[in-house]
């Protein structure tokens, strides 16, 4: 198998992440619910995986660290609590539905800065004109459609001059670019935790600046006695109980990151989107490819001839994963170009070879031909 849909899912994983989730499902219990020795050292395991968390993103106190079932979660999370109907919020055109859909939920007067792709002098511009009068702006840092990684440490800082909190998706550049969480000055950060930081699926992580509002109401562990959640982070935001096991999974995925290092790790997959470029240049497929800076490891091509589904179908019978369509962002699409046909998609992992994105533009190819 060549699994090339690292973008949706990293399946490859350090050995270590199952490791770990086997040994917490076999030792640990439920941190904050006891003073028994399963219940504390889940609560140990809990609190390491925010502290590395916190390291890797350069977060002052792990207690901002918030631990949700995903980065929808964690998105949700951090819109409700900065968004009241009606207000305006502007969005780069790479957003995904976990983005649009609670905006669109919450009534916002949705503004879009951007759609020009890997021009991030457009995007700045877009954003420079429309962010005066805006209550929100959320942003992602790397499309998940196209690989175009957007300048949000500059779009941070044209926010902090319009005094505009930011909330910014990290789904697609935690554990693959430099996430500066104290340099973005953002009021959130969400990201998963099963992509580039190798974690369980159900696992994410929200990175506050201050206390949010709830979304979920339940057991936190703490402050029994009263009928709200407690005011104070991440007890505030983390109703009922955690996933240790995947928490514990997360905690190694993050010691590799940090092992490995986010550096070699992007020169790695870029290095991959470099090679899948070369091999597809003399071809009739259309490559989505930007300049040097402006993309990370993922590739989206387009056929001329055949349909991204039936491309993807027949990879998938060549034991080759990758995926076709929208990739749940219809906004990027519609911004590329490509809404009415969408695009395959090819993304990356450390565990990539160069040897296997050879291979599987060979077969690519070979399809396209109708060989």
Not at 9 to 21: D, Q, W, Y
Not at 322 to 342: D, N, Q, W
Request: charged letters at 20%; a negative charge; hydrophobic letters at 40%.
């Amino acid at each position: 198998m060549i699994y090339l849909d690292n973008a949706a899912t990293t399946l490859i994983k350090p050995a270590s992440v199952a490791h770990a989730v086997l040994e917490a499902m076999h030792t640990m219990a439920s941190p904050g619910r006891g003073g028994h020795r399963p219940s504390m050292l889940a609560a140990e395991t809990v609190y390491n995986c925010r502290q590395a968390a916190a390291d890797l993103f350069h977060v002052d106190n792990p207690e901002q660290i918030v631990f949700t079932m995903n980065a929808t979660h964690a998105l949700n999370l951090a819109i409700h609590s900065m968004l009241r109907s009606g207000e305006k919020v502007v969005i780069s055109g790479f957003e995904h539905n976990s983005v649009t859909r609670p905006l669109v939920a919450w009534h916002a007067d949705i503004c879009v800065a951007g759609r020009k792709l890997f021009s991030p002098d457009t995007t700045m511009e877009e954003f420079k004109r429309k962010l005066p009068g805006a209550s929100l702006a959320v942003c992602t840092h790397v499309s998940n459609a196209f690989g175009y990684i957007l300048p949000i440490y500059e779009i941070a800082e044209l926010c902090r001059e319009n005094r505009v909190p930011l909330i910014v998706d990290a789904s697609q550049s935690a554990g693959v670019l430099e996430l500066d969480a104290k340099k973005l000055g953002a009021a959130f950060i969400a990201m998963p935790g099963h992509k580039a930081l190798f974690g369980p699926q159900g696992t994410g992580i929200l990175i506050c600046s201050d206390a949010g509002i709830p979304l979920l109401h339940g057991g936190s562990g703490s402050e029994s006695v009263l009928q709200r959640m407690p005011d104070y982070l991440p007890d505030q935001l983390e109703a009922g109980t955690h996933n240790v096991c995947g928490i514990a999974g997360l905690l190694a995925g993050i010691q590799y990151v940090r092992e490995r290092g986010t550096e070699d790790i992007f020169h790695h997959e870029l290095n991959l989107l470099q090679i899948m470029r070369r091999e597809l240049q003399n071809s009739t497929l259309l490559v989505y490819v930007g300049e040097e800076g402006t993309q990370s490891g993922v590739l989206s091509v387009r056929s001329t001839k055949h349909d991204g589904e039936s491309l993807a179908n027949r990879l998938a019978q060549r034991g080759i994963c990758v995926r076709s369509g929208l990739h749940c962002a219809p906004v990027a699409h519609e911004s590329a170009g490509t809404l009415e046909t969408g695009t395959l998609r090819f993304s990356f992992s450390p565990f990539v070879t160069p040897e296997q994105v050879k291979g599987a533009c060979a077969a690519l190819r070979e399809i396209d031909a109708g060989i």
